[in-house]
T-cell receptor, first 113, second 117 residues
Framework: QKEVEQNSGPLSVPEGAIASLNCTYS??????FFWYRQYSGKSPELIMS??SNGDKEDGRFTAQLNKASQYVSLLIRDSQPSDSATYLC?????????????WGLGTSLAVNP | DAGVIQSPRHEVTEMGQEVTLRCKLI?????LFWYRQTMMRGLELLIY????????DSGMPEDRFSAKMPNASFSTLKIQPSEPRDSAVYFC???????????????FGPGTRLLVL
């Protein structure tokens, strides 16, 4: 079982709609969670981090974390064609001095004008 | 400030040749990660360093791959001999590692697109 799971998509939404991206993880003790966006042919860039249960909002983006259910989600309100990209979920795997990110395979999002 | 710098940006080589990828960290950062990305396997961590010391190399595919960090700001990833299955995008990422949950953010370089024929 992969440690971080995402639906590969593609997820297709019309412009102006809410896009909902989901991620589940297997390590119950994980404390740090990240969403990165990757445009085609480019490198991943951080868009949101979340560490506590609940919602965290930043502009049109809202990250939601539920540690009991081991899922983290990303909502994009008023989706724009420029949001079309692959969204990568990453979870910190913490083993003593070894702290690294475990990555999902990403969800491809297409926002249609 | 300059971001993570990688070179070369593109590399085309023939099977059996040695390939060296280079990475310069963001000034002040003390952790460096080497990743490989393919469509099938996604983003895979190969190796990472904290303060020039390798912490986890469990993702290095085999002895053909080696990585060094000769100083606090620079690293190389070497593949010798290269094989067609090594074709991928190789990313370097930089982190200002601190204790606590907020010290985990990684900043990626532009990547090196490697094609081994």
């Amino acid at each position: 079982q992969k440690e971080v799971e995402q639906n590969s998509g593609p997820l297709s939404v019309p412009e102006g709609a809410i896009a909902s991206l989901n991620c589940t993880y297997s390590d119950r003790v994980s404390q740090s969670f990240f969403w990165y966006r990757q445009y085609s042919g480019k490198s991943p860039e951080l868009i949101m981090s979340i560490y506590s249960n609940g919602d965290k909002e930043d502009g049109r983006f809202t990250a939601q974390l539920n540690k009991a259910s081991q899922y983290v989600s990303l909502l994009i309100r008023d989706s724009q064609p420029s949001d079309s990209a692959t969204y990568l979920c990453a979870v910190v795997l913490n083993a003593g001095n070894n702290r690294k990110l475990i990555w999902g395979l990403g969800t491809s999002l297409a926002v249609n004008p | 400030d300059a971001g993570v710098i990688q070179s070369p940006r593109h590399e085309v080589t023939e099977m059996g040749q040695e390939v060296t990828l280079r990475c310069k960290l963001i000034s002040g950062h003390n952790s460096l990660f080497w990743y490989r990305q393919t469509m099938m396997r996604g983003l895979e961590l190969l190796i990472y360093f904290n303060n020039n010391v390798p912490i986890d190399d469990s993702g290095m595919p085999e002895d053909r791959f080696s990585a060094k960090m000769p100083n606090a700001s620079f690293s190389t990833l070497k593949i010798q001999p290269s094989e067609p299955r090594d074709s991928a995008v190789y990313f370097c990422a930089s982190r200002e590692w601190t204790s606590g949950v907020s010290g985990e953010t990684q900043y990626f370089g532009p990547g090196t697109r490697l094609l081994v024929l």
